[in-house]
T-cell receptor
Framework: DAKTTQPTSMDCAEGRAANLPCNHS???????VYWYRQIHSQGPQYIIH???NNETNEMASLIITEDRKSSTLILPHATLRDTAVYYC??????????????FGTGTRLTIIP | DAGVIQSPRHEVTEMGQEVTLRCKPI?????LFWYRQTMMRGLELLIY????????DSGMPEDRFSAKMPNASFSTLKIQPSEPRDSAVYFC????????????FGPGTRLTVL
């Protein structure tokens, strides 16, 4: 699996856009970028994923650079409920062999009132 | 759908006792995963099932841990005998198409072994 690098922590003011970066310089052509988050005392929650095109859903937007070596998760209007640890994960979609979703240490995002 | 259901939410036990954690996956999901989360090691995959069959148990710490899935709607993770180092939050997750498909997590069971 391609490894990812994320900042340990970030702060963002409530109501502003939160931009969470992730570096995955060794990503290969068939690997997707996934984002999950974990709010305190809850299980991880899927947010979004993408291959090479930018993606948007009701929760967030995912911007992937043209060379696919980095990406940014954007929460457009952060609320206090978005305070959580955000995990960037790079995985292939192949189910051959024992493929696993491996969570790193993530970015602890704190939304400031 | 109610999502992934886990029970109990909290478990406190004494060293040497048997502990059984339970999970009901989302209906129709063919894959079920057991994870353990600690401050030191983060979120670790212990084992996962496909259509009730264990596929990869390489993350199971040792023989004290065992997991079963007798049918598509129920799985257990058992620790016997439990030790204080087993204290952690145990999550169950399920997915439709496989381990790299979107996984939906339960609320977790917080286990404390005294």
């Amino acid at each position: 699996d391609a490894k990812t690098t994320q900042p340990t922590s970030m702060d963002c003011a409530e109501g502003r856009a939160a931009n969470l970066p992730c570096n995955h310089s060794t990503i290969s052509g068939n690997e997707y970028v996934y984002w999950y988050r974990q709010i305190h005392s809850q299980g991880p929650q899927y947010i979004i994923h993408g291959l090479k095109n930018n993606e948007t859903n009701e929760m967030a937007s995912l911007i992937i650079t043209e060379d696919r070596k980095s990406s940014t998760l954007i929460l457009p209007h952060a609320t206090l409920r978005d305070t959580a640890v955000y995990y960037c994960i790079v995985r292939s979609r192949s189910n051959f062999g024992n493929e696993k979703l491996t969570f790193g240490t993530g970015t602890r995002l704190t939304i400031i009132p | 759908d109610a999502g992934v259901i886990q029970s109990p939410r909290h478990e406190v036990t004494e060293m040497g006792q048997e502990v059984t954690l339970r999970c009901k996956p989302i209906s129709g999901h063919d894959y079920l995963f057991w994870y353990r989360q600690t401050m030191m090691r983060g979120l670790e995959l212990l084992i996962y099932f496909n259509n009730n069959v264990p596929i990869d148990d390489s993350g199971m710490p040792e023989d004290r841990f065992s997991a079963k899935m007798p049918n598509a709607s129920f799985s257990t993770l058992k620790i016997q005998p439990s030790e204080p180092r087993d204290s952690a939050v145990y999550f169950c997750a399920s997915s439709l198409e496989g381990p790299t498909d979107t996984q939906y997590f339960g609320p977790g069971t917080r286990l404390t072994v005294l």
